[in-house]
Each structure stands twice: as C-alpha cells, then as structure tokens.
C-alpha cells in the first residue's frame, strides 16, 4: 500500500476518532469531567483502556463499537495489515476505504457477513 494513501487514512481515523470523542464529550458531563484538561490527542489512549472502554460504552455502545474500530484501524496501520480483508486476505480497494476508513472486510466479504447474518435471523 503507498505510504500517500497511509497517510491520508491516517488522517481520516484520527479525525474520526476526535469527532467520536468530542460527541462523548458534549453529550455527557460524566465523561466531560473525566476527560477535563486532558488533550484530545491523548484522548485516542481511552479507547484502548478497558475501564474507560466499558464507561463509554454505556454511555453509547454504537458509538463506541465505531471508536474501538477506528482504534483497531490506526493498529493495523502500525503494523502493516491495514486494508487486508480479515477474512479472505484481500486488499480491500481504497475506494472502500475512502468511504469507511475502519472497514476490515472488503466487498464480497461483508456482503456475505450480511446475508449469513440474515439467514440466521
Ligand atoms: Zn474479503
């Protein structure tokens, strides 16, 4: 994968992450106190801690399966897995990624997550 397009989804989930947090932050007084005078920054840190992980979570637990995702993104992008199907080893296309920066499965796959998830429903 070029180191542009690293780059550039790197970008994407940082932001996507603060624009998480900031929600948490202006919905909830709670967290507001918890986080005060902390950088946002270094609020990338909370999702990786459990304690603080499971706070969130009942706070909004959709919005935190979006930071815990966008957190698992940033890690893959550490180590080189960013972008590869987790289930059938593909690229995922960048187009995809584009759309949804923390996306693990890429077209085909998630298509077939969806309709096996239908037929067990
Ligand atoms: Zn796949």
Redesign the pocket.
């Known amino acids: 994968m070029d180191a542009a397009f690293v780059q550039e989804m790197e970008e994407n989930l940082i932001t996507l992450q603060e624009e998480i947090l900031k929600m948490f932050i202006s919905e909830n007084e709670d967290f507001k106190k918890l986080v005060s005078g902390m950088d946002i920054k270094d609020l990338g840190d909370i999702a990786a801690d459990d304690v603080m992980c499971r706070k969130l979570e009942a706070l909004n637990q959709h919005e935190t399966n979006r930071l815990r995702r966008v957190e698992s993104a940033l890690a893959r992008l550490k180590n080189g897995r960013y972008g590869i ?6 690229k ?1 296309p960048q187009d995809r990624l584009r759309a949804i920066p923390y996306a693990v ?6 298509a ?1 997550d969806e309709s096996n998830r239908k037929k067990r429903a």
């Open positions: 199907c987790l289930s059938c080893g593909k995922i499965l890429c077209i085909e796959c998630k077939g």
